[in-house]
């Protein structure tokens, strides 16, 4: 089974595991929540909260692993092209760890004083690092990807899934710049099992003999 197949399997678990503590455990710290509610939950720092951010961290390292192992399958004369998908991706991964750590390490102490302005504005910027600067270079990672991928029918699904992803991805920018909570709500999960698909619809693709 070729590696990329592994990591596609391995990103599916680690992002579905990761939706399932955004709705358990990181929601009730998250802008969804009333102010004081979500920093006196944050300040008893609850491990469904250091948990939820851990498992995102590797997210993001298990999508660069995905998209360096993908590399070789891509159109050689696109590979120039196709190793950018590598770095776009690297750095946002490396945005995402950063915030994710300050999510976890920092943003429970600035909540034992309360909603103050300055657990606020970090909150934002935190939010809107991953969100806008993050997901905006992991879905033009993505869509390069797509563009750098063969024209063969067999990967007609993985370039319909990875369209979308980019697509998606990229309204959860737009919603990290609008900062409403329900934006985020909307497109995060959008995003992820799109994401989920297109490395599903990859994995099927090369372990098929006939694969173009």
């Given at each position: 089974?070729?590696?990329?197949?592994?990591?596609?399997?391995?990103?599916?678990?680690?992002?579905?595991?990761?939706?399932?503590?955004?709705?358990?455990?990181?929601?009730?710290?998250?802008?969804?929540?009333?102010?004081?509610?979500?920093?006196?939950?944050?300040?008893?720092?609850?491990?469904?909260?250091?948990?939820?951010?851990?498992?995102?961290?590797?997210?993001?390292?298990?999508?660069?692993?995905?998209?360096?192992?993908?590399?070789?399958?891509?159109?050689?004369a696109?590979?120039e092209?196709?190793?950018?998908?590598?770095?776009?991706?690297?750095?946002g991964?490396?945005?995402?760890?950063?915030?994710?750590?300050?999510?976890?390490?920092?943003?429970?102490v600035?909540?034992r004083?309360?909603?103050?302005?300055?657990?606020?504005?970090?909150?934002?910027?935190?939010?809107?690092?991953?969100?806008?600067?993050?997901?905006?270079?992991?879905?033009?990672?993505?869509?390069?990807?797509?563009?750098?991928?063969?024209?063969?029918?067999?990967?007609?699904?993985?370039?319909?899934?990875?369209?979308?992803?980019?697509l998606?991805?990229?309204?959860?920018?737009?919603?990290?710049?609008?900062?409403?909570?329900?934006?985020?709500?909307?497109?995060?999960?959008?995003?992820?099992?799109?994401?989920?698909?297109?490395?599903?619809?990859?994995?099927?693709?090369?372990?098929?003999?006939?694969r173009?």
């Amino acid at each position: 089974m070729p590696i990329v197949v592994r990591l596609a399997w391995l990103n599916v678990v680690l992002h579905g595991l990761g939706l399932v503590f955004a709705a358990v455990a990181l929601g009730p710290g998250s802008p969804l929540a009333p102010a004081a509610e979500r920093t006196a939950y944050l300040a008893a720092r609850p491990w469904g909260w250091s948990l939820g951010w851990t498992t995102w961290m590797l997210c993001a390292l298990a999508l660069v692993a995905f998209l360096a192992a993908l590399v070789p399958h891509l159109e050689p004369a696109k590979r120039e092209a196709a190793a950018l998908t590598v770095v776009l991706s690297a750095a946002g991964a490396a945005v995402d760890l950063l915030c994710d750590t300050l999510f976890i390490v920092l943003l429970p102490v600035l909540a034992r004083d309360g909603p103050t302005p300055l657990f606020l504005a970090f909150e934002r910027a935190l939010g809107a690092g991953g969100a806008v600067v993050a997901n905006g270079l992991y879905s033009l990672s993505v869509l390069l990807a797509v563009w750098c991928s063969p024209r063969g029918a067999a990967w007609r699904w993985a370039r319909v899934f990875g369209i979308v992803t980019g697509l998606a991805g990229l309204s959860l920018v737009a919603a990290g710049f609008t900062g409403v909570p329900w934006h985020l709500v909307a497109t995060t999960p959008l995003t992820i099992v799109a994401f989920m698909c297109w490395t599903l619809a990859v994995a099927r693709t090369l372990s098929s003999p006939a694969r173009g």
